[in-house]
């Protein structure tokens, strides 16, 4: 395979994965504090891969120039994704978090015309303009309600959109010089530390009330959700333009939706089913634009 079908291969992996996180999160917050499931969580993932990498030899060596980017990086990629739009959820919905959360690929859009280069082109602003779109629908009487008191959880969840698409598109710029599996272990680990930090003051939980069935979904969760997921994503990352990667996670919030109603028993409708076809159509769009740097 090319590059490009590589990465356009490994952004559906990452969609997917990203996707069953949603619904898998609903269940596991009803067991374990937010940002203790969040902190412990990237934890275990940096652990898993850390011990992946020695044992298959694979270098955790970081250069010395390269640390101040890794820092950046974890933070923006894992801190501030994980912990801002965790703690947005205490005066939000899961929809309403979700709306805003994707809308990650416009921002990633607007910093990768100045930093990369990347003008968008007609298709790839279709694209934009489609899975924006479906994704509204998506949501359009599920109860979303804006007002003063949610300014906060507003403020948090679309600060964690912009900070991970500055993240991706930095990334673009200034990419790491490390092997996926140990910029993965290094990017959990760094970025879990904040959340550790503010664990404690977000709820805590009674470990020996978690069920079996809760822990057993919380490893698939940190060795698919977490470690898979990213490293897929990196990988999609490093071999697509930024505004077409971020774009194809469009998908994630609708395939959630599917998955909470196989797994929730949630709803699931003509409005649903538009919102993945309006949402297909625009990665399509944006995978298929091959559109030139500025």
Not at 158 to 169: D, N, P, R, T, Y
Not at 196 to 216: E, H, I, K, N
Not at 249 to 255: G, H, K, R, S
Request: hydrophobic residues 60%; aromatic residues 10%.
């Amino acid at each position: 395979m090319t590059p490009r079908t590589t990465g356009i291969v490994l952004l559906l992996l990452t969609s997917l994965g990203w996707g069953a996180t949603w619904p898998l999160l609903k269940f596991l917050l009803s067991e374990f504090a937010p940002m203790t499931l969040r902190a412990v969580g990237a934890l275990c993932t940096a652990l898993l891969f850390a011990a992946a990498a020695l044992a298959f030899g694979v270098s955790l060596a970081v250069p010395r120039r390269q640390w101040r980017w890794l820092v950046l990086y974890s933070l923006l990629n894992v801190s501030t994704w994980m912990g801002l739009g965790t703690v947005a959820l205490l005066w939000l919905s899961a929809s309403e978090g979700a709306i805003l959360a994707y809308t990650m690929p416009v921002w990633a859009a607007l910093f990768a015309w100045p930093i990369l280069g990347e003008k968008p082109g007609r298709a790839r602003m279709v694209g934009l303009v489609l899975g924006c779109g479906s994704i509204g629908m998506l949501f359009v009487g599920r109860g979303v309600d804006v007002g003063l008191a949610k300014l906060p959880g507003m403020a948090l969840v679309l600060a964690s959109a912009v900070l991970f698409a500055l993240g991706a598109v930095l990334s673009k710029r200034r990419p790491l010089n490390l092997h996926p599996v140990s910029a993965v272990a290094w990017q959990m680990a760094i970025g879990c530390v904040p959340l550790l930090l503010l664990a404690p003051l977000l709820g805590s939980t009674d470990v020996s009330a978690v069920s079996p069935r809760a822990w057993f979904w919380f490893g698939w969760m940190v060795l698919f959700s977490l470690g898979l997921s990213y490293l897929t994503w990196f990988g999609a990352l490093a071999r697509l333009p930024a505004s077409t990667a971020a774009l194809g996670t469009l998908l994630a919030p609708v395939l959630s939706v599917i998955g909470a109603a196989i797994v929730l028993g949630e709803p699931l409708g003509m409005r649903e089913w538009l919102a993945l076809s309006g949402t297909v159509a625009a990665v399509a769009f944006a995978v298929g634009s091959r559109d030139k740097a500025a």
